[in-house]
């Protein structure tokens, strides 16, 4: 079984940084990609970062470039979102999630999810 566990959320004044960190466990899969979600109260879930394990490429939703950094640790399993210069708009649940597939996961396919670590930035 594949479990993913993220963690890191808080609260943040605007302009401020948090970084959140994603654990996977379970089997391996040979060319996998995991990314950060978020949703905010009463939205759908919207994509913000993504990395591919193969070859460390990176994603980023318009709302995260120049602010997000997505990165990876191989020998640790994590992943982890670097937030700086956050805005009021950023508020929203994180998820993770691991695409066993990255090419169905860049296509907007991911296959395990996390419970979600909540960030509250305020003004």
């Known amino acids: 079984q594949v479990h993913v566990v993220e963690s890191g959320g808080g609260l943040a004044q605007a302009g401020g940084s948090l970084r959140l960190s994603c654990a996977a466990s379970?089997?391996?899969?040979?060319?996998?990609?995991m990314a950060w979600f978020r949703q905010a109260p009463g939205k759908e879930r919207e994509f913000v970062a993504a990395?591919?394990?193969?070859?460390?490429?990176?994603y980023y939703a318009d709302s995260a470039k120049g602010r997000f950094t997505i990165s990876r640790d191989n020998a640790k399993n994590m992943v982890y979102l670097q937030m700086s210069d956050l805005k009021p708009e950023d508020t929203a649940v994180y998820y993770c999630?691991?695409?066993?597939?990255?090419?169905?996961?860049?296509?907007?396919?991911?296959?395990?999810w996390g419970q979600g670590t909540k960030v509250t930035v305020s003004s």
């Open positions: 999630g691991l695409g066993r597939d990255a090419n169905l996961a860049l296509a907007g396919g991911y296959d395990y």
């Open positions: 990395i591919l394990w193969n070859n460390d490429m990176q």
């Open positions: 379970g089997r391996s899969f040979s060319n996998y990609a």
